[in-house]
């Protein structure tokens, strides 16, 4: 009855934090050209933490954050059938984002609700 620790071992591999600086230096060179020097004060952030990869690996970790819509743990068709049942343990379905295959194009809500609303079907069902 522990509850369960969940890591989703965020920026765990190096390429991940160099793809991301590479996204921010992209950013800041464009922040910093001459057609945004009208509009441009001075930067704030990430401003002097941008110093070396060490401190932009470590702005990173501070600054990145996730849009905490993790999808596809349990996806259909592996962990779950297709009426959302967790094969292999009686009564027990999963209706949640985890279910979809990846991540929406959208924002999830859309597409956990109509999750919610087949499976409020299908439960009713029998």
Same mark, same amino acid.
């Given at each position: 009855?522990? #509850?369960?620790?969940?890591? @989703?071992? $965020?920026?765990?591999? @190096?390429?991940?934090?160099?793809?991301?600086?590479?996204?921010?230096?992209?950013?800041?060179?464009?922040?910093?050209?001459?057609?945004?020097?009208?509009?441009?004060?001075?930067?704030? $952030? #990430?401003?002097?933490?941008?110093?070396? &990869?060490?401190?932009?690996?470590?702005? &990173?970790?501070?600054?990145?954050?996730?849009?905490?819509? @993790?999808?596809?743990?349990?996806? &259909?068709?592996?962990?779950?059938?297709?009426?959302?049942?967790?094969?292999?343990? =009686?009564?027990?379905?999963?209706?949640?984002?985890?279910?979809?295959?990846?991540? @929406?194009?959208?924002?999830?809500?859309?597409?956990?609700? =109509?999750?919610?609303?087949?499976?409020?079907?299908?439960?009713?069902?029998?």
């Amino acid at each position: 009855r522990a #509850p369960a620790l969940i890591d @989703p071992n $965020y920026l765990s591999e @190096p390429a991940d934090l160099s793809v991301l600086a590479e996204g921010v230096a992209l950013a800041r060179d464009l922040g910093a050209s001459t057609a945004f020097g009208e509009w441009r004060g001075e930067e704030i $952030y #990430p401003g002097s933490s941008w110093a070396d &990869i060490a401190t932009q690996h470590d702005f &990173i970790r501070r600054a990145a954050n996730s849009f905490h819509h @993790p999808v596809g743990t349990c996806r &259909i068709g592996s962990v779950v059938d297709e009426a959302l049942r967790v094969r292999g343990i =009686a009564d027990l379905r999963v209706i949640d984002a985890s279910v979809l295959p990846g991540i @929406p194009a959208a924002m999830a809500n859309a597409a956990v609700t =109509a999750v919610a609303e087949k499976a409020s079907d299908l439960v009713l069902a029998g």
